[in-house]
């Protein structure tokens, strides 16, 4: 067994989302036909012989629930260690909002921290879309004496992010807080190796100080006490979730081959809940084009440029262009959908015409019936 | 553990029928239908019926299929007070042991793994049927019919009765007479291949027969026979659903063909569903250029070609330029540019190479049959695989 402990952050759910999260968090958006936007941290520290993970949320956790069960998919469903789901305790009575920053949904579960029985944490975040090769990460923070190392990007991200600047000793020098564009340094993909011990002492003076935040307050205190981080640079796709558009664009990013060859290498497989036991059906008059279709669904249609969840029914005649369709979902014909997220089973009934815009795709909540 | 009613299934045959296709594998784990293997079928329905303790008799090629089934997970019979066990031939202490030597003696090899469950039914299964049933149902038939032996039968022409088990009733439906594909049928009702036994019956029944050197031990030949002999009660349990026996390359073919449409079997019905163990791979990719009709696509698939009519397994790629109709590609099965799949059986990671040919369109000529190429084969760039041709692994084409 290795001598390191996952968390997992998936507490966090942002407004620009908008009704996608009404009844879920960000972790667990339903991601390229079937996967939860969790599985990627979860298959990461599985494919590198994490079994022992913690995964902190805060609210709205149904649904995250739901999907990892025991945690039997990723191997975490162990008799001794595996994996904790970390609901809310120990915070202060006052406390009624959702976590200020990650320092404090890691205070929030602090006595959990101080009984990992490893050495070092693993850190990352339950909403970002990138399959990293922790095994690589570990080996090459092993081979170095630093405390903490990074794990940073090689491409440009598309939403707010940290960027990490390395000195000439090929340290850390400095980071810099929440970039919209490109800039010095290299884009933080939010994941850290970091020895707990030194974790649970920047979680304690935080706390001693009123601060929350780990980027602008706890790093910033671990770097100006001369501490030492490394960065891991992972190469490839990767991008966080955090509004509508970035969402819809991601999804739309797995339509190109190479792009999702990044995603699914064959080496460390995405893995995640099996629910699925039947092929999908394509009809004698179906036409589909640049989409990916998931297992269990009848396809009489004509689909475009659309990712298609499981269990979808889209009837002869019914139209569909850019759009994505959740689990469950059922288009009658003579439907026309451009630019639309179906959350999970929605129904178009014949003849529904909508259309949202690259820029504003048209979310249908869970369960809506038009 | 007493339970009432435990399953045998029988998987340990060859079949030898399907060639290439069970050179490394029995038969139970031929891929099948797309995201399947023929095995989930007799799984499932043990599950779906409430049946939760199946021993597997494995004997012919089994590695594959013990990892496949592993403790059952995958169909939900990993349960703590039962489960699936793999059970194949062994050695007692001081004794020579023997592999089985037919399907009778399989379970009489096995009877010490009944006796632990003091079951008072015991179903015997097959591994190489595709079909939905409720076995819960025809259990409820034994018990009032108060059989010694019930035997799933299904209502078939008098010309396929010349080719199968029939059963004989008499005036008072139960069974009067078994006969082993007769040439002038006296009924229509043929033997499935399902059995439900009263296990005290069976038990007595098979140490008789494990005693006659002259047995074949074969249920068919042996132990209907003289179960009849003796007088004891044996009920035909009608059964109208679709059932198809895939034990030679056409029949495999049609069946794969009729989950084409749910008019035969209904696998999207979610009440009843065939369960299977599949690597998680992402959705199935339909490129810019790819034609797709009338076909059952499974996750992992890569499709930029035309395929019509056809049933493609997990992990199939189809390159644009490619052409694949009326066929069945079983998992990693890869089809490159330019290369025509018709009328085919294309086995496991078997690539097709660039511009061959395989299989041709019915022509009416009496040697035409299904192209069938076993697992791990590569078809080289233009060669010609003709209609009817079976190819296995390690031969050059």
Known sequence: MRNYHGIIFAYQTTPELRELVSARSAASLPFCGRYRLIDFPLSSMRNAGILDCGVIMQRNYQSLLDHIGSGKAWDMSRRSGGLRMLPPFGLPEYHTGNYIGTIEALNAVSTYIRDIPQKHVVLMLGSMVANIDLDAAIRQHESTDSDITAIVGDAKPMGTHHRFIVGPDGYVRGIDLYRRNDGAGMPGLEGYIIHKEVLLDLMDRCKAMNLYAFHKDALTLFLSGGGKMDVYIHRGYATAIRTVEEYYKANRDMLDPELRRQVFPAERPVRTKIQEHVSTYYGEEAVVRRSLVADNCVIEGEIEDCIVFSGARIAKGARLKDCIVMRGCTVEKGADLRYVIADKVTSFSEGTVLAGNEKLPLVVPKGTAI | ?397
């Open chain 2, 1 to 397: 553990m007493k339970k009432s009613c435990i399953a045998m299934l029988l998987a340990g045959g060859q079949g030898s029928r399907l060639y290439a296709l069970t050179q490394s594998v029995a038969k139970p784990s031929v891929p099948f239908g797309g995201k399947y293997r023929i095995i989930d079928f007799p799984l499932s329905n043990c599950a779906n019926s409430g049946i939760d303790t199946v021993g597997v008799l494995t004997q012919y090629k089994p590695l594959q299929l013990n990892s496949y089934i592993g403790i059952g997970q995958s169909w939900d019979l990993d349960v703590s007070d039962g489960g699936v066990y793999i059970l194949p031939p062994y050695l007692g202490a001081g004794e020579k042991g023997s592999w089985f030597t037919g399907t009778a003696n399989a379970i009489y090899q096995n009877l010490a793994f009944i006796e632990n469950y003091d079951p008072d039914t015991v179903l015997i299964l097959s591994g190489d049927h595709i079909y939905k049933m409720d076995y819960a149902d025809m259990l409820r038939e034994h018990k009032e019919k108060g059989a010694a032996l019930t035997i799933a039968v299904q209502e078939v022409s008098m010309e396929e009765a010349t080719r199968m088990g029939i059963l004989n009733p008499g005036p008072d439906g139960y069974v009067e007479q078994f006969e082993e594909k007769p040439k002038q049928p006296k009924s229509n009702l043929a033997s499935m291949g399902i059995y439900i036994f009263d296990w005290k019956k069976l038990r007595a029944a098979l140490i008789e027969d494990e005693n006659d050197p002259n047995s074949s031990k074969d249920f068919g030949k042996n132990i209907i026979p003289s179960m009849l002999a003796e007088g004891e009660r044996i009920w035909p349990y009608r059964f109208a659903g679709y059932w198809r026996d895939v034990g030679t390359i056409s029949s495999l073919w049609d069946a794969n063909m009729d989950m084409l449409s749910t008019t035969d079997i209904n696998l999207y019905d979610e009440s009843w569903p065939i369960a299977s163990r599949c690597p998680i791979c992402p959705p199935a990719f339909v490129g810019e250029n790819a034609r797709v009709t009338h076909s059952i696509v499974t996750e992992g698939g890569e499709i930029y070609g035309v395929v019509e009519n056809s049933v493609l397994s997990p992990n199939v790629i189809v390159e644009e330029g490619a052409e694949v109709s009326y066929s069945v590609l079983m998992p990693g099965a890869v089809v490159k540019k330019g290369a025509v799949v018709k009328y085919a059986i294309i086995g496991e990671n078997t690539l097709i190479d660039t511009g061959a040919r395989v299989g041709t369109e019915p022509d009416g000529s009496a040697g035409w049959g299904i192209a069938t190429c076993g697992p791990n084969i590569r078809i080289r760039k233009k060669a010609t695989v003709p209609a009817g041709a079976m190819i296995y692994t390690g031969e050059e084409v």
